[in-house]
């Protein structure tokens, strides 16, 4: 028996090294890693199926309770039994890909085995068949109940159909003496035999397994990253610049040899190899490329001849090119070269198709944004447009007066009236400008209206040196001091006085002005700059337009309050992070186009 059990263990071991070569092989650890479909049972049944095959063939030939052959056998002698794992290929087989896989898998395996011949040829046929039907049935059930197949799982079906084996032996073979005989010899070591060898076996699928979860964390770690790296380029929508960052992070951070994106009529970006004839701005030169714009469906090529590159001597000879959609519309592609193709495998594959739909997202989300931004822009600039109308005839009547009496005041006002509707200009072709071109057109603004009401208040600039470069929202300073010219010293005898302080305190800049005049009732406090406001002289446009441009352009970082208190004045203080850099850069071109 320990002889028995020695060579069992070596038996064991030509199964375990076989199932150990077939996982380093990539189809093997596809069919083991995915759903099972037809095509992928049927290989399963002639994979475990061999197996069974393989254990019949360098099995133990046992002849009256010795051991008489321990080589490869295609025959057995009448009165002779075999000892060998067939059971435990058939079991791990039922386990894995349940009843079809099983029955098959028991059919092939115990089929062969009846054609070997021994007493016992058709008890152990049976058994194998039944074996796999048992293993299929508890291996579905197991996965219907959500739990995973384990190494102990499959040993303990692996054991216990072994040992069904050794019981239908005793049943089925004739003479039941030696039958007896031969199960008191052989069931130990074949019973632990083949739980050893169920063990070893599921240990191999289990590392197959925990590769691929390993190979899914990572290819999500990975799509993340280049999510996370190339998002502020996307918001930039398809240019040569963003696409040229996006090519550069997709390189360094896959294992593609080259990347390129496009849009529908020309490259955008082309970096890594073949950058010598893949040039930006000129036409895509790959058929496979043509393609896909064409049709819209992912196109894989694993050779040169399927690029249908126009340049010979290109160096890339695989490539993935995938749509880039916005609302179901191609507006580009994104192609990873590999120059070799065995470096485009199905990993490569998952993460260029994975990323291909992140970032047609990311697209449509930034033209999102940018519909979002053109259309408060137009808001913005369409109440722009409707702020100063009134003060222009103002101002035009009072210059008109002046150049009879005071000519050259008349000239100044005149200056001072074209630099603030240049400032206007200006103003309504950007989002942020310095805060010196604001205050420029304030004292404009102040230099024209004092004229026409001298003597009425007096303004006091409070403004800390060094920071008038900081980018504001345009229209922020201005119509706040309109407001408090107009509606804080109505019909007032008395001077008023107005304070205009700016200042950075805790990494915010500060703006605020101030007045001494009439004041705002409380029930009007409470919805100015949060609602349009009814009044005789407007809406509540101007505060209402400022709270809101805040709230947009500093994504809630900003804000404005109001503090007023009757015939004792008011207060609108606005604070705006100085550390917004990522808003200062999005439109510091804007800035400097305009």
């Not at 959609?325 to 590999?338: A, E, P, Q, S, W």
Request: contains cysteine.
């Amino acid at each position: 028996m320990f002889n028995l059990a020695a060579l069992m263990l070596e038996k064991v071991g030509i199964i375990v090294i076989v199932a150990y070569l077939l996982s380093q092989m990539k189809s093997f650890r596809h069919i083991i890693q995915t759903e099972h479909k037809t095509n992928e049972r049927i290989l399963l049944i002639l994979l475990f199926g061999a197996f069974g095959i393989i254990s019949n063939y360098t099995g133990i030939e046992v002849h009256h309770n010795s051991i008489n052959r321990a080589e490869w056998l295609s025959d057995l002698e009448q009165e002779s039994a075999l000892a060998n794992t067939r059971v435990m290929g058939v079991v791990i087989g039922g386990v894995l890909g349940g009843p079809i896989v099983g029955v098959g898998a028991g059919l092939v395996a115990g089929v062969h085995r009846y054609t070997l011949g021994g007493f016992t040829a058709f008890a152990c046929a049976i058994s194998t068949i039944i074996a796999g039907i048992i293993a299929g049935y508890f291996g579905k059930k197991r996965i219907q109940t959500g739990k995973p197949i384990t190494a102990r799982f499959a040993v303990m079906i692996g054991m216990i159909m072994e040992s069904v084996q050794m019981l239908l032996i005793l049943v089925i073979a004739k003479p039941f003496e030696q039958a007896w005989s031969l199960v008191q010899f052989i069931s130990f070591p074949m019973i632990f035999g083949n739980g050893l060898g169920t063990l070893l076996f599921m240990f191999i699928i289990s590392a197959i397994k925990r590769d691929k979860e390993l190979t899914r964390a990572n290819q999500t770690n990975q799509a993340f990253l280049i999510a996370d790296q190339t998002l502020p380029y996307f918001r930039q929508g398809l240019n040569l610049h963003s696409c040229r960052e996006i090519a550069e992070i997709m390189l360094k951070l896959t294992e593609a040899n080259a990347v390129s994106i496009t849009d529908e009529h020309q490259v955008l970006a082309h970096v890594g190899a073949a950058s010598d004839h893949h040039i930006p701005k000129s036409k895509p030169e790959t058929g496979l490329t043509k393609k896909v714009l064409e049709y819209g469906k992912i196109s894989v090529a694993r050779s040169k001849k399927e690029i249908l590159c126009i340049h010979n001597d290109c160096s890339l000879e695989a490539a993935i090119v995938l749509p880039l959609r916005v609302k179901n519309k191609i507006v580009g592609t994104l192609k990873m070269y590999y120059t070799k193709p065995e470096k485009l495998d199905r990993v490569q594959q998952e993460l260029a198709e994975g990323l291909a739909n992140l970032f047609s997202t990311q697209l449509e989300l930034a033209e999102a944004e940018r519909q979002t931004k053109l259309l408060k822009d137009a808001e913005i600039k369409a109440l722009q447009a409707q702020i100063h109308p009134h003060f222009l005839f103002n101002s035009i009547n009072t210059i008109s007066a002046l150049c009879r009496t005071d000519a050259d005041k008349a000239r100044k006002l005149l200056l001072e009236l074209s630099s603030f509707f240049r400032g206007n200009l200006q103003g309504a072709r950007q989002m942020l400008l310095p805060l010196e071109k604001e205050l420029t057109n304030v004292r404009a603004y102040l230099s024209l209206e004092q004229t026409r009401f001298p003597n009425k208040y007096f303004i006091d600039f409070q403004i800390e040196p060094g920071i008038e470069k900081v980018l504001i929202p345009p229209f922020t300073l201005q119509p706040i001091v309109e407001n408090a010219i107009h509606y804080g010293f109505p019909r007032s005898k008395s001077e008023g006085i107005i304070t205009i302080r700016i200042f950075s305190e805790k990494n915010q800049l500060k703006i605020i002005v101030a007045d001494n005049g009439r004041g705002i009732p409380d029930e009007r406090i409470e919805v100015l700059g949060k609602q349009l406001v009814n009044s005789k002289k407007g809406n509540g446009t101007a505060i209402f337009n400022i709270n809101e441009r805040l709230k947009g352009i500093y994504n809630g970082k900003a804000c404005l309050t109001i503090k007023s208190q009757v015939d004792h004045g008011t207060t609108v203080s606005i604070s705006i992070p100085l550390d917004s850099k990522g808003v200062f850069d999005q439109n510091a071109e804007s800035l400097h186009s305009g």
